[in-house]
């Protein structure tokens, strides 16, 4: 069974460029959570779906921040514009009780 | 904001060594779960355990929980260099699936 897949794993960009991720979840997941990892930090939560309905999205910074999650499976991050501080690794993860993580972008902002 | 902090920070150990780590939370909690981390790669779970069970083993893991304490505790017996990598707890609160995660434990297993 092939797990979360993430795109791309890495990303630069200069600041007030925008960038989006991609994630496919694992088949029949319903739930999906995008985190953002800091450096020597744990994972926080950005949004969370269930099916195509974002259920949790009180730490996703709206002004810049978006995701979708069309048609209920794969699911897309986009930042515009991007700012110096969101340097960082956005982890995709699906499933319940027990999340089930993809490799994660490590995006780099000049 | 991270709810669970873990202890020791960073820890290194001799293979053959068993690893403990612990981890401290604020609130009420339906379960708490371990992930390990490798350098450069998403997280993997480990073990779950309820907040109705005081002890849970899963091959080498031997996790407890202390409810009372708000604290939980990760043992890997008989270490091994591939064990080498960052561990965090997570809660997952009485509302249910959103995990909350600590800033980890760093473990180095020298051979």
């Known amino acids: 069974e092939a797990g979360v897949v993430q795109s791309p794993r890495y990303k630069i960009i200069e600041k007030k460029q925008p960038v989006a991720f991609w994630c496919n979840p694992i088949s029949g997941h319903n739930t999906l959570y995008w985190y953002r990892q800091n450096l020597g930090q744990g994972p926080e939560l950005l949004i969370r779906?269930?099916?195509?309905?974002?259920?949790?999205d009180s730490q996703l910074p709206k002004d810049r921040f978006s995701a979708e999650r069309l048609k209920g499976v794969d699911s897309t991050l986009k930042i515009q514009p991007a700012e110096l501080g969101d340097s960082a690794v956005y982890l995709c993860?699906?499933?319940?009780?027990?999340?089930?993580f993809g490799p994660g972008t490590r995006l780099l902002v000049l | 904001s991270q709810q669970g902090e873990e202890d020791p920070q960073a820890l290194s150990i001799q293979e053959g060594e068993n690893a403990t780590m612990n981890c401290s939370y604020k609130?009420?909690?339906?379960?708490l779960q371990w992930y390990r981390q490798n350098s450069g790669r998403g997280l993997v779970h480990l073990i779950l355990i309820r907040s109705n069970e005081r002890e849970k083993h899963s091959g080498r893991l031997r996790v407890t929980l202390d409810t009372s304490k708000k604290s939980s505790s990760l043992l890997i017996t008989a270490s091994r260099a591939a064990d080498t990598a960052s561990y965090f707890c997570a809660t997952d609160g009485e509302y249910g699936n959103k995990l909350v995660f600590g800033a980890g434990t760093i473990l180095r297993v020298k051979s």
């Open positions: 779906y269930e099916n195509e309905e974002a259920v949790d």
């Open positions: 609130t009420s909690i339906n379960n």
């Open positions: 993860a699906s499933g319940r009780e027990t999340q089930y």
